[in-house]
């Protein structure tokens, strides 16, 4: 059930945006009955789009966090990849974001292996000082969901690393993690995919970060088939689980809302999935539909059709009170099945 008040806040050449407000549906109504003294409360979730009229919802807990879920179709234009991050960067900040999240291959996405090694840098090089400039101008966190790393090993494997880097709004990097699943995969009606003709998978997890949202659980795209890393994400403190990717047209209408979804259900975490859209080049499109997902398993914002972005107020809260009152980690059984996901060490 949908109450909506609409206003516009139209400046010359910026953002047109909705406001509504969002009774949450009945199934999360019947939690109430099933856990006494849980208040499911209203989120506060504002998405915007240039040129675009897209959905928010608000609430009135504008206090909680703000963070920003962009949407882009890069190419291999670094230069104006840059422009476009940076132009949705600086719409997150006015808007009163405290992060924001940029998809998998925000840098660039090239047409063939050998482009894609070309157009490579090194952590040191100059684009993500572009970013680092970026955050520190914004007093911004951002995330750099995957980033084409030339990492130290460059010289000797002629192999990249996709590397999803956290800066703070200083514009220090906090941290780093270099994707772990790789994906080499041929799905008929898509194209093939073989991430590691020019890429290596990342050694180890990284821990979880604090930043002014939660703690935030580090992976990329194909990772989140792998439930096994999101659960030892969450054991080692993560609160936000954050997946940025470049889903294909074929695998993403069938799968990225299911996953998503499961894997906030299935950790009580926020999950935060900024996403590629649209065509990049003649050789490759992604399915977009940027989202955000509660610790319920409900979609609170998600981005409409094209580049843009959506934001999301985080309730750790909620988060909280929803593990107390459905304590599933203390309900695992390791000895019949195992540790699915080891704690981080």
Excluded at 56 to 85: G, H, I, M, R, Y
Aim: aromatic share 6%.
């Amino acid at each position: 059930m949908t109450c909506e008040l609409r206003k516009h806040l139209t400046e010359e050449g910026g953002f047109n945006l909705m406001l509504g407000f969002i009774i949450r549906p009945p199934h999360q109504l019947l939690s109430l009955l099933l856990c006494p003294g849980l208040r499911i409360p209203r989120l506060s979730v504002l998405c915007a789009q240039p040129r675009l009229r897209a959905m928010a919802v608000s609430s009135s807990s504008w206090e909680l966090p703000l963070v920003a879920v962009c949407q882009v179709t890069s190419t291999p234009d670094k230069e104006q990849n840059f422009l476009t991050c940076a132009e949705l960067i600086r719409e997150a900040a006015r808007l009163g974001a405290c992060l924001a999240f940029l998809p998998e291959a925000f840098d660039f996405i090239a047409r063939n292996p050998e482009e894609t090694l070309h157009l490579s840098e090194p952590l040191g090089g100059n684009l993500l000082g572009e970013y680092t400039q970026l955050a520190r101008d914004c007093g911004l966190w951002l995330s750099l969901g995957g980033f084409h790393e030339r990492g130290q090993d460059w010289e000797q494997t002629q192999k990249i690393y996709n590397c999803h880097v956290i800066l703070n709004n200083k514009g220090s990097v906090v941290a780093t993690y270099r994707k772990t699943h790789l994906c080499d995969v041929e799905i008929p009606g898509q194209g093939p995919m073989h991430e590691s003709n020019s890429t290596i998978p990342g050694p180890s997890l990284e821990s979880p970060i604090s930043t002014p949202a939660g703690k935030i659980g580090l992976a990329i795209c194909y990772d989140m088939r792998f439930p096994e890393l999101s659960l030892a994400l969450v054991q080692a403190g993560a609160e936000i689980l954050t997946y940025p990717s470049a889903f294909g047209s074929v695998t993403g209408p069938a799968h990225w809302e299911v996953l998503l979804r499961a894997r906030a259900i299935e950790s009580q975490c926020y999950v935060v999935a900024a996403a590629q859209c649209g065509r990049h080049h003649e050789k490759r499109a992604s399915y977009g539909h940027s989202m955000v997902v509660d610790p319920w398993g409900t979609v609170v914002a998600r981005c409409s059709e094209g580049p843009g972005l959506c934001l999301a107020r985080i309730d750790l809260n909620y988060l909280r009170r929803l593990r107390q009152h459905l304590p599933v980690f203390q309900h695992r059984r390791p000895e019949l099945y195992g540790h699915l996901g080891h704690p981080l060490s």
